[in-house]
Nanobody
Framework: QVQLVESGGGLVQAGGSLRLSCRAS????????MGWFRQVPGKEREFVAK????????DYADSVKGRFTISRDNAKDMVYLQMDSLQPEDTAVYYC?????????????????WGQGTQVSVSS
């Protein structure tokens, strides 16, 4: 059974920073691409960032490139999202996602499991 638990969300002023964490209770964590997504009520969930199984490769949405950094610790089954220079448009529920063991995602949203999300609110 896969369980993903996000933490670290909160309220921050524009220009501030937050670090999200995701604890994964999943077999073969090191064999899974991990991702972060976000969703605003009434809108579709959108991709934020992903990181390869080894942690040597990452990809970001254009809207967060240069401000957000995804990382992982395979020894602790953790994935992180460092968010700097936050803006009001970053306000959303942020979700952690675990990919399929041994295979990269076949499409942007092709992930095996999703967390419950953590709220990030950025005030202007």
């Amino acid at each position: 059974q896969v369980q993903l638990v996000e933490s670290g969300g909160g309220l921050v002023q524009a220009g501030g920073s937050l670090r999200l964490s995701c604890r994964a209770s999943v077999q073969m964590f090191e064999a899974r691409t991990m991702g972060w997504f976000r969703q605003v009520p009434g809108k579709e969930r959108e991709f934020v960032a992903k990181i390869s199984r080894s942690g040597t490769s990452s990809d970001y949405a254009d809207s967060v490139k240069g401000r957000f950094t995804i990382s992982r610790d395979n020894a602790k089954d953790m994935v992180y999202l460092q968010m700097d220079s936050l803006q009001p448009e970053d306000t959303a529920v942020y979700y952690c996602a675990a990919g399929w063991a041994g295979a990269p995602p076949r499409s942007r949203f092709d992930y095996a499991s999703w967390g419950q999300g953590t709220q990030v609110s950025v005030s202007s």
